[in-house]
């Protein structure tokens, strides 16, 4: 029994397929991981250096060069990036490509950093992770004229808030200083007890350490015995003893010293600051702390951002924008008994996270906003998919409608919500996220989808319409046309198999995208050989036992003028245009040449420009601001300040968030270095539905506007795409060094020129 066979003569089971498939596939959509791109595999380790205390050159000679010489060792270890700040640094070991076993390479990495011995005392053990990639998914900015310990104290409860939400992804501070414990000890009192401060500094870590005192042997078990140390408290600091007479007179700290908790003593200055679209005046700026939430592992992007946008809407008592889901749940406590309805009822995370923002007992030192929430491209990809669904299956129903019968057309259509159903059972069970890229994959199969439908469902019809018995002419028409179907679905599949076989961070990248074309196009070859005949076979059994009904009568009248007019007057003049280009053959296969060869002399004249993977305008951009090292940080801030007046200034600018004294690496979410010299400024622009200009054009017209600055080192814009690595878009030096720059690109681009 052939498979069109089977589904013709058992209708049930094809059935509860069918309604198997859809109902998976919306359960499918709604649960399926959102995120920017695939989870890329780690091909690097990252090692963090702490030296505290260590200026960068310390961090260099003592820790840095010896490990970067046990790494030129590591076999699998084929690039190293260093980056050194105050009290440490870090470095990026990234593995040849051909490295299959990552954590292996990591280990080997390790045990050659642990075979190092001539390391400074005073460094603190070097550590050595799996670097996994962290994409960022929303900003949290506190920002306000409250003292700093108020606006650290409320920071930090926005994320111990936002941590107890299920799913949240992983939240960094930025524009907040740690405590440190500050002894300052009086040199009169060392004099007058005739102490050093050596001896001061020894006879506190002595009290500090934690001392093991070896085991007893006891009759049920050996107990360890270990010594603590004094708590890291300053009280308890003051109490340390530092020296004790014979007469029982003890000297501690507190007599010798001014002990207190107080701040790092760091260079850092946060600010950020909101503008209304198109205003010429913008609000100025307010010292702020941040927090950014970054997707880790399996969370949901989409997910996270839904969640901290309404914790922030609650705590700014915004009110609350229910959706679908949100009235659902409401109607079902409705129904619950009244001894439960004192409790919790059903709430969906956003609801969840609103109330929990809005529950927050003590009020926020200044105002809270998001910013930067990257999780919108997510959002408005599939927007496009879904718009690209619902307008696809209307406008192939119409053009089936037009030139074909109208059960194909409805037949067709419904297989199409079948096939991409189906689609999205298959990735959930295969563990396929719905990512920028697969939802790319959707939104390019929509159109593939239909095609082995309208061959089978028309050619069933062709059969029926010359008399053939409904269900024989349903089983044998698919029968007829199996093979061209299979083989034109399996074309389409090999077409994009290659893309699977890429190697490296590309390939996981893009390897999900053939998989889900593979998918859609394999369901959408089910549904066309064992649902569709099963559906127009029927079809045409119960339209065949009612008779011709009215709407029938004015849906044959309609076919029969439609047929006329294309075979009486389209097809005609095609045969005509056909017979004159049979007639002058030679002159049509050399005009037929002449455009392959224009196609050719495009594309090898450079004419048509070759991109791998474009840059698409993007709303948040980042300037990378760096000094001279040495620059104090008042210079820096007011180099700051002039790009944020010039940002300010644009009318597409929504936000501007800057950081004095630090940068970030925000694609990967680590320290890209500290100091009064660097400074990093968030621009965040309107969606680009609600602006004239691009994202590349504002910076070029903040960097007019900027002007060239004469002790400038590098000024670097880059936009964050949504995805791994941001572009780079421009370089801003000083006049001297941007002749240079340009000298250079000149001639690279007359070699690249000579190269094509």
């Known amino acids: 029994m052939s498979l069109p066979q089977f589904g013709v003569t058992h209708p049930v089971p094809v059935n509860l397929l069918m309604m198997g ?6 359960v499918a959509g709604l649960t399926l991981t959102k995120e920017f791109f695939p ?32 790494l030129a060792d590591v076999d699998e270890v084929d690039r190293i990036t260093t980056t050194l700040a105050e009290g440490g640094g ?5 593995f040849d490509s051909d490295v299959r076993d990552i954590r292996k390479a990591v280990d080997e990495v390790e045990r050659s950093i642990d075979a190092l011995r001539d390391l400074p005392e005073e460094a603190e053990e070097i550590q050595v992770t799996e670097f996994e990639a962290r994409l960022p998914v929303i900003m949290v900015s506190l920002f306000g004229d409250a003292d700093e310990e108020a606006m650290k104290v409320a920071i930090r409860r926005i994320r111990d808030d936002l941590r107890t939400l299920p799913g949240m992804g992983e939240i960094l501070f930025s524009g907040v200083r740690d405590y440190e414990i500050r002894i300052d000890v009086s040199a009169d009192a060392l ?35 270990r010594t603590t140390g004094v708590p890291e408290r300053a009280e308890a600091i003051r109490q340390i003893v530092i020296k004790a007479t014979p007469d029982g007179q003890a000297l501690r700290v507190g007599s010798i010293a001014d002990v207190r908790e107080y701040y790092v003593d760091e260079q850092l200055i946060t600010r950020f600051g909101r503008f209304n679209d198109g205003d010429d005046e913008a609000d100025e700026s307010k010292p702020a702390v941040s927090l950014t939430v970054f997707k880790t592992g399996e969370q949901d992007a989409v997910e996270i951002a839904e969640m901290v946008r309404d914790y922030v809407a609650g705590r700014r008592g915004d009110s609350f924008n229910p959706r679908w889901s949100d009235r659902l749940f409401g109607v079902l406590n409705a129904f619950r008994p009244e001894d439960d309805k004192a409790k919790p009822g059903l709430r969906t995370l956003r609801r969840q996270a609103y109330e929990l923002g809005l529950s927050a007992p003590e009020p926020l030192p200044g105002d809270v906003s998001t910013h930067s929430d990257l999780a919108r491209f997510i959002e408005g990809r599939l927007d496009l998919l879904m718009r690209n669904a619902r307008w696809g299956a209307m406008l192939v129903f119409l053009t089936l409608m ?28 295969m563990g396929i996220t719905l990512n920028l890229l697969t939802m790319f994959g959707l939104i390019v199969v929509l159109g593939l989808l239909v095609d082995d439908a309208i061959v089978v469902a028309e050619n069933v019809q062709a059969r029926h319409d010359r008399n053939e018995p409904a269900l024989l002419a349903a089983t044998k028409g698919t029968e007829q046309v199996l093979w061209p179907v299979v083989a034109t679905i399996l074309t389409s599949i090999v077409a994009f198999m290659p893309l699977r076989f890429i190697e490296g961070q590309i390939g996981d990248l893009i390897g999900a995208l053939p998989v889900v074309v593979a998918c859609a196009l394999a369901f959408s070859l089910v549904e066309a050989l064992l649902i569709l005949p099963s559906h127009m076979g029927h079809s045409l059994l119960h339209r065949d036992k009612a008779g011709e009904g009215r709407f029938t009568s004015i849906l044959h009248r309609y076919e029969r003028w439609r047929d006329r007019l294309i075979l009486g007057k389209v097809v005609s003049a095609y045969a005509r245009l056909m017979v004159v280009l049979l007639r002058f053959r030679y002159v049509t296969v050399a005009a037929g040449f002449g455009v392959l060869l224009m196609a050719a002399g495009l594309v090898a004249g450079g004419r048509l420009e070759f991109t791998f993977l474009p840059t698409s305008d993007s709303e948040t951009i980042i300037a990378d601001l760096r000094m001279p090292i040495g620059t104090s940080i008042e210079r820096t801030d007011e180099i700051s300040r002039r790009i944020e007046a010039a940002a300010a200034n644009q009318p597409e600018t929504k936000s501007v968030g800057t950081v004095i004294g630090y940068q970030a690496d925000i694609e990967r979410g680590t320290t890209a270095g500290r100091g009064g010299h660097l400074a990093q400024l968030y621009i965040e622009l309107n969606p680009v539905e609600k602006r004239d200009r691009e994202s590349s054009q504002v910076i070029d017209s903040i960097r007019a ?33 941007q002749e240079q720059i340009e000298a250079v690109v000149g001639t690279i681009k007359a070699k690249l020129a000579e190269f094509a």
């Open 705 to 737: 506007e900027v002007g060239v600055i004469n002790d400038l080192e590098r000024l670097r814009f880059s936009e964050i795409q949504g995805g791994p690595g941001g572009a780079s878009i421009t370089i801003v030096v000083n006049g001297e060094q």
């Open 90 to 94: 870090g470095i990026i070991a990234e």
């Open 402 to 429: 037009v030139f074909l019968n109208w059960r194909v057309a409805f037949w067709v259509g419904v297989g199409l919500v079948i096939a991409v159903s189906g689609s999205l059972v298959v990735m959930s069970v």
């Open 191 to 225: 004099l007058e007890h005739s102490l050093s401060l050596p001896q001061v500094s020894a006879a506190i870590r002595g009290w500090m350490a934690d001392v093991p005192g070896g085991s007893v042997r006891t009759g049920v078990g050996d107990v360890r015995v």
């Open 21 to 26: 498939a859809i109902i998976g596939g919306t």
């Open 39 to 70: 989870e890329i595999t780690p091909e690097s380790a990252q090692i963090t250096l702490p030296y505290p205390g260590a200026t960068p050159e310390e961090v260099e000679e003592g820790l840095a060069i010896k490990v970067e010489d046990a």
